[in-house]
């Protein structure tokens, strides 16, 4: 029972280096989301696709870019990092983007920009 | 905004003892209300939820009621273990957009 799969768990980079966070998830569902994990700010939507074919902006996107690879894939892609990247980042799945539809969560990466 | 005030931690308590966390929420309407939880190393899970109002959500020992008098969804255990150690996170799903806020998390340790 996979779920929701993320890679990878941990990374270190310098200011101004890119990467693709990658999230994967094997339940069928519809709708997947980015978000990130701060110390006393609980979790923050960062972008999120209610469907395949389609992104919309959260909370906190600037610096940020997604991609809806296919229904099982979205990644998160950040071009330059800075150091207030630095955070815990979730990806999630649920089967609808619907008010009442549990959120399924991968386990994270840990992101540093140093 | 919609949004979800949560009590501070950390929370340190015996085996065995009871659990309160308070869970406030201010929104348009009546919004979804959830608890999740995070295990140490671990993602959320959703531990139980409320879609309307005077709604009792319970799970694992764990109940929340829907008051909206208070608006208010305050999740409680009789009797924690050591197991119950984790961050818990208040959330709601925003009539506007369907989208989950959540609290900043309260980290509970229980020790036997």
């Known amino acids: 029972n996979a779920g929701v799969t993320q890679t990878p768990k941990f990374q270190v980079l310098k200011t101004g280096q890119s990467m693709t966070l990658q999230c994967a998830q094997d339940?069928?569902?519809?709708?997947m989301y980015w978000y990130r994990q701060d110390p006393g700010m609980g979790l923050r939507l960062i972008y999120y696709?209610?469907?395949?074919?389609?992104?919309d902006k959260g909370e906190v996107p600037n610096g940020y870019n997604v991609s809806r690879l296919n229904k099982r894939e979205f990644s998160l892609r950040l071009e330059s990092a800075a150091p207030s990247q630095t955070s815990v980042y979730f990806c999630?799945?649920?089967?609808?983007?619907?008010?009442?539809?549990?959120?399924?969560f991968g386990q994270g990466t840990r992101l540093t920009v140093v | 905004g919609d949004s979800v005030t949560q009590m501070e931690g950390p929370v340190t308590l015996s085996e065995e003892a009871f659990l309160t966390i308070n869970c406030t929420y201010t929104?348009?309407?009546?919004?979804?209300l959830f608890w999740y939880v995070q295990y140490p190393g671990e993602g959320l899970q959703l531990l139980l939820k409320?879609?309307?109002?005077?709604d009792k959500g319970s799970n694992k020992g764990f109940e929340a009621t829907y008051r909206k008098e208070t608006t208010s969804f305050h999740l409680e255990k009789g009797s924690v273990q050591v197991s119950d150690s984790a961050v818990y996170f208040c959330?709601?799903?925003?009539?506007?957009?369907?989208?989950?806020?959540f609290g900043a998390g309260t980290t509970v340790t229980v020790r036997a």
């Open positions: 409320a879609t309307k109002a005077d």
């Open positions: 339940m069928n569902h519809n709708s």
């Open positions: 696709s209610a469907s395949e074919g389609t992104t």
């Open positions: 959330a709601l799903s925003r009539l506007s957009d369907y989208k989950l806020s």
């Open positions: 999630a799945s649920s089967e609808n983007h619907s008010m009442n539809t549990e959120a399924f």
């Open positions: 929104a348009t309407g009546y919004p979804s």
